[in-house]
């Protein structure tokens, strides 16, 4: 058996089922692989950064690790910005690297390069491949590396002759470690107490078994709030929705004002997403005083379970109402949150990188069905359609959602491609307002005065105009252009029912 | 005058006059500046692999170097790729990479990352803005890095405070360094002497003046090769052609066969792309002796000019004939090559990453009039429509001719924007075989025995087909799609002829 069987046959015994690939010549005996172990599912990606973002979205959604097959240290390259974002996330992936054959490494070759510098750019957890025979001990210890809680990437290099030559025995599975038991939680008053108490909620605990155990300290008097880095979050009528922390410096500060306590489960106390020139970058208010109930690495859930231990268990929480589709007309980003929202199906999954346009249609989905909201977690676009793919293949009953910047789309648009190939059920919402928007609300935030006409055409991406109808169907998916409210309903519901992937250009 | 002003002004001062950008919110003074510094040109791009691969192509042409200005660790992983094309290159690229504020720093928000680990990757020349006041001369030291010769990349680090702040005295330009002397030619014997003498040109010498020095060696009796990763090749009728070193180890060897002497001019001793069971990874027969006439920090065409001093200046050479366009009929790769040698424009610019396609077409070009001939040097696709964005920005006056494959195309399709934005005279030219071809070649070759239907369908790009008339137009370039010989040179005429981008999808 080749090296290459061994390593899925491994990374199947461990549960890993699924490699998003974009293979070269280093990685040919694991695609031939393939048809010697079938139950392992190749998805072909046509750029890199789609296997690290899909790679994303499936153990989001499945808890599980995907794995990823690159090309040597550029095929790794390519995949970085989005592996960053998982690495925020703290999502197991298996990160399958092909190196040269270990004879050839020594004349440099065009394509050689550092690919543990690489990959040592996102993970600590950077593994080579030492011997054939090792090959399944090793990528048990990849995966084992992989799925510590809460979960990180781990890469495995992997040269080209120890995939070729006989491989050794299969790497036997271990059973993924527990997370740490949490702190004891005698310091924290679950029932108030003096001052005003606040609970910042990460990881695992913005999902749904979080959200109703967070929701007794709410009852309590306590003020609730989600992790913005949180990389899944159960949101929409039918469960308790705490607010996420804003965007920007000063409404974040406003979430947090007043508190005497602030309370970390699997979470970070809050800092601004960029640096501006006479605002704060830490937004709890100085006089706070900050608990860890759970670092990200223990078990935030068994920690809130023990809190709120004698707290009433359904002290209810208030929908707000379903709401109607918006007045028709034309379209502008609140119509589009009000009909997103009044049309959503139950259960859904929805991929946000809106970008500017997000905080009104996040605030209209509060009013959808409950589904499960995927941000992105480390400030690189180019996330919100790889992870689509990945959520889709993870939950193949589940309608995914992608809401997307016309700017962001463009980092990963070979996203549509996959979707198309896999008849992957997803919806991508594009929201043109044809500029790179938030740039011109930076533009003026940091006090870059006297710009004029030619740093305005450095955030216009309109001229020319980019036309997602034709670079959907060019990939593969049909699309529709919308200009009107009532276009963007009769399509959009349209599209919902249709199985496969669509995409929609709203104009605004 | 602000830190992001002196910048500008410190590049301008060094000749750096073009900056290929995907700014983010910590870019923005330098974006707002531009208004203030008109002689900078700065060329917007979607993605940042495209302004990696474009200033790549820039320099190429020119000898200078532009400039690129990415955001933070994420954004300038995107540009990793191309970058790693152009460090083999031996390009000179200015690098410039936004970073969070200082103070903003220490708070580990979404976006932060170890930028110098990712900068590190594919040059040591790593620099760090210390203070805004040093922001001129740490510029010019970063230019003065780049441009040390041959060439290579060198990055700036600038935390966004110091964009924003009072930015000290502008940065004194210093002349470039010329390249050190070569070493003594007086043991190479120019008139050929006993034995079989190869000499193989890289770096500079494989541009026109290298190559009229070369023939002199060729009409005494050498064998004369280029070197694969030669950035700049001059090609076709009207000059000397000495061939290119093949891809695949046999044709490289049969090539080098007998020789007894090789003299390597700025190249290093030719190795195979890649390592293969059973060949050899060194291609220079085991017993031929090699010399370094050149390294590639050297000067090489001093070196060569001093080697054929007593030899006669101008000892001609055969030009192929020209070619006239194919039969008509379906297309073929060899009437594709055909058809293009026969109507390229005199003095056109070729950017190559044709991949399979490539060896018949390039034959063929053998017989076009005289054109410069850019290849992808790091083995990383997705270099092709970047690079010819660049080249088009050095040379205003000369048509840019992309000849692509499909799968490479889907790297960085972002490019076509640009050419459509800047009104840039490029035709791209889509080989469309509808799978990564090369890859079936290669599975082959590395011995991956027993593959089936699943493996062939993860180098399947076909299914479902990529439309790139669409996906052109959608990017705002005019495209159309040819199945057969006389529709693909009416509009191969055409669009050469015609000003600004066009794509020609040829079905294969």
């Known amino acids: 058996m080749t090296g290459a069987e061994v390593l899925l046959r491994t990374l199947l015994a461990h549960g890993v089922e699924v490699c998003f690939a974009n293979p070269g010549t280093s990685e040919m005996h694991f695609v031939a692989a393939l048809d010697r172990v079938p139950a392992m599912r190749g998805v072909l990606c046509l750029f890199e950064g789609v296997c690290s973002g899909a790679a994303d979205g499936y153990a989001r ?39 040269h054959s270990t004879r050839h490494l020594a004349y440099d ?35 084992a590396a992989a799925r510590r809680y809460p979960g990180r990437i781990a890469h495995l290099i992997i040269p080209a002759d120890f995939s070729w030559s006989e491989g050794g025995p299969i790497g036997e599975p271990a059973p993924p470690a527990p997370p740490p038991a949490p702190p004891p939680v005698s310091a924290v008053p679950p029932q108030g107490g003096a001052g005003n108490w606040g609970l910042l909620l990460g990881g695992q605990t913005a999902g749904e078994r979080g959200l ?11 003020r609730v709030l989600i992790d913005r880095n949180a990389a899944r979050v159960a949101m929409g009528r039918g469960g308790f929705q705490p607010e996420r922390i804003a965007y920007f410096p000063g409404p974040a500060q406003e979430q947090l004002a007043g ?53 009433p268990a359904d002290p209810g929480w208030e929908d707000p109402p379903a709401l109607l589709p918006p007045p028709l007309g034309p379209l502008t980003v609140a119509a589009l949150g009000q009909a997103i929202a009044a049309l959503l199906p139950p259960d859904a999954i929805v991929s946000d990188e809106m970008v500017s346009s997000g905080p009104p249609v996040l605030a209209a989905l509060r009013h959808a069905p409950r589904f499960d909201y995927l941000p992105v977690t480390g400030g690189s ?3 919100g359609l790889p992870v689509a793919v990945g959520a889709a293949i993870a939950c193949p009953g589940r309608k995914v959602v ?60 309109g001229t020319p105009p980019l036309d997602f109808v034709r670079i959907a169907e060019g990939l593969g998916v049909p699309a529709v252009r919308v200009e009107t409210v009532e276009a963007f309903l009769e399509h959009f519901a349209r599209c919902l029912r249709e199985p496969g992937p669509s995409v929609i250009e709203a104009i605004l």
């Open 61 to 99: 959604m499945t808890g599980r690790p995907a794995a990823t097959l690159l090309h040597l240290g550029p095929g790794l390259a390519n995949g970085l910005a989005n592996f960053h974002n998982a690495r925020k996330a703290r999502t197991p992936i298996v990160s399958l690297i092909g190196e």
């Open 109 to 143: 070759a065009p394509l050689t390069a550092d690919i543990a510098a690489f990959a040592a750019t996102v993970s600590p957890e950077v593994h080579r491949l030492e011997s054939p025979a090792a090959i399944g001990p090793t990528t048990a210890r990849v995966i």
């Open 212 to 222: 109703a155990l967070a929701s007794r300290l709410a009852a309590a008097g306590w």
């Open 259 to 311: 508190l005497t306590d602030l309370v970390l489960v699997e979470a970070k106390a809050p800092v601004s997403f960029f640096g501006y020139p006479d605002e704060a970058s830490y937004l709890t208010p100085p006089e706070c005083r900050v608990h860890e109930l759970a670092t990200p690495e223990q078990d935030g859930l068994a920690a809130l379970a023990a809190l709120t231990a004698n707290l």
């Open 381 to 383: 676009i180019g996330q």
């Open 402 to 461: 992608v809401l997307e910047g016309d700017g962001s789309a463009l980092y990963t648009p070979q996203a549509w491609w996959t979707m198309a190939r896999e008849k992957l059920d997803i919806v991508t919402v594009i929201f043109a307002n044809r500029r790179y928007q938030i740039l011109d609300v930076e533009m003026r935030r940091t006090g870059a005065n006297g710009f004029g006409e030619r740093a305005r055409a450095m955030v216009d991406i």
